[in-house]
């Protein structure tokens, strides 16, 4: 079956990088749009970033874009994340997400356990 | 502060019937599909109903999904303790990002 497995977190200074995994395995990664969501603590839903599934397009939420970097390798069917120049407000769990795509846009229909991220001094 | 709009918090007994709202615009809900998505405490989200009313596989049709304009609802019937979760609402923006609501947070009382 469909799983996503996340791994990377951890606790990092300010200013520091993370670079996050996401190891996919019941489905091919290459076929579908993969999305990053992450969730501060007690916090709502947000969205981060997509790379889409011809691997060419990839947009960034406006918080993040020019300091996270989202990638793949399709030869190991994982998804990655570069987090840099981490701040405070970017703690969070940080899900690998599978999206389906209908006719403008996607959604969601498996999701990791997630991988937290705690930036702190 | 979340582009989508629901409220915090609602509650109901078991068996009773509960509405969830997701107020957004004409840049989102309004030219696009919502999505509905149940987090049980310590949990990932789960994708509850998709295209507006498609429920996903293997969720009951106590779960219902509904949109209109700019506005979208999730009902659940038949309340169930198992029920107790945050319920997001999400959908895509033609800014080409992704929005959710802010979460409501469901008490079967």
């Known amino acids: 079956q469909v799983q996503l497995v996340e791994s990377g977190g951890g606790v990092v200074q300010p200013g520091r990088s993370l670079r996050l995994s996401c190891a996919a395995s019941?489905?091919?990664?290459?076929?579908?749009?993969m999305h990053w969501v992450r969730q501060a603590p007690g916090k709502g839903l947000e969205w981060v970033a997509v790379i889409s599934y011809e691997g060419t397009n990839k947009y960034y939420a406006d918080s993040v874009k020019g300091r996270f970097t989202v990638s793949r390798d399709t030869s190991k069917n994982t998804l990655s994340l570069e987090v840099n120049s981490l701040r405070t407000v970017d703690t969070a769990v940080f899900y690998c997400?599978?999206?389906?795509?209908?006719?403008?846009?996607?959604?969601?229909?498996?999701w990791g356990q997630g991988t937290l991220v705690t930036v702190s001094s | 502060q979340s582009v989508l709009t629901q409220p915090p918090s609602v509650s109901a007994a078991p068996g009773q019937k509960v509405t969830i709202s997701c107020s957004g615009s004409s840049s989102n809900i309004g030219n696009n599909y919502v999505a509905w998505y149940q987090q049980l405490p310590g949990t990932a989200p789960k994708l509850l109903i998709y295209e507006n009313d498609k429920r996903s596989s293997e969720i009951p049709d106590r779960f219902s999904g509904s949109k209109s304009g700019t506005s979208a609802t999730l009902g659940i019937t038949g309340l169930q303790t198992g029920d107790e979760a945050d319920y997001y609402c999400g959908t895509w923006d033609n800014s080409l990002i992704a929005v959710f609501g802010g979460g409501t947070k469901l008490t079967v009382l």
């Open positions: 997400v599978r999206g389906l795509r209908y006719s403008s846009g996607w959604y969601f229909d498996s």
């Open positions: 019941g489905f091919t990664l290459s076929r579908y749009g």
